[in-house]
């Protein structure tokens, strides 16, 4: 039997991850404490940044490189880091999937929360309409491809999660 049988992005954790103790029993808010080094795990989701880049009544899209959704379209983005404003994260990401400088426009236009992957992690997207400010948009990292969608295009397109065909339809539309 495999070990991971039956344990999904919901399940409580049940080992510390720092010290490999086993967690006490998961209270109603979710967490478990470990009982030797006292801190506290929760099934939290993961927060995301994405950008609605435009220019000139296009938005640019991109196509997935990698699994989860490889070969499917995707705004650029990616997970925010430990400590990381998410308007830092997203510029991060744009420079390293696109190699681009882009100004990031607040506020935020988009929450949506969501999986990664049918059984992946939960995440918490966060959408910005976004500009470029140097630079040719080249694909690089894990985007295997880019386009710039119009909003007629857009219906057409295969998206890998759907909050983002509103993402985009939204920012071209303000
Ligand atoms: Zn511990």
């Known amino acids: 039997m495999n070990p991971a049988d039956g344990f999904t992005a919901e399940t409580p954790f049940r080992f510390c991850p720092a010290d490999g103790s086993p967690l006490g029993p998961p209270r109603p808010s979710g967490?478990?404490?470990?009982?030797?080094?006292?801190?506290?795990?929760?099934?939290?989701?993961?927060?995301?940044?994405?950008?609605?880049?435009?220019s000139g009544g296009k938005a640019l899209v991109t196509v997935r490189a990698r699994e989860p959704y490889r070969g499917k379209i995707d705004v650029p983005g990616?997970?925010?880091e430990l400590g990381e404003h998410p308007v830092d994260a997203l510029r991060r990401e744009v420079r390293e999937e696109l190699g681009v400088e882009a100004r990031?426009?607040?506020?935020?236009?988009?929450?949506a929360p969501h999986r990664y992957g049918d059984d992946g992690v939960h995440a918490l997207a966060?959408?910005?309409r976004t500009?470029?400010?140097s630079g040719e948009p080249s694909p690089s990292d894990d985007v295997a491809e880019v386009l710039w969608t119009s909003?007629?295009?857009?219906?057409?397109?295969?998206?890998a999660w759907e909050h983002d065909r509103e993402f985009i339809r939204n920012a071209l539309r303000q």
């Open 78 to 80: 990616g997970f925010v």
């Open 126 to 128: 966060i959408g910005f």
């Open 104 to 111: 990031v426009l607040w506020p935020p236009v988009m929450f």
């Open 151 to 159: 909003l007629t295009d857009l219906d057409a397109l295969d998206f």
């Open 31 to 54: 967490g478990a404490t470990c009982p030797v080094c006292g801190r506290s795990f929760y099934r939290n989701p993961a927060p995301a940044v994405g950008a609605a880049i435009l």
């Open 131 to 133: 500009e470029i400010v």
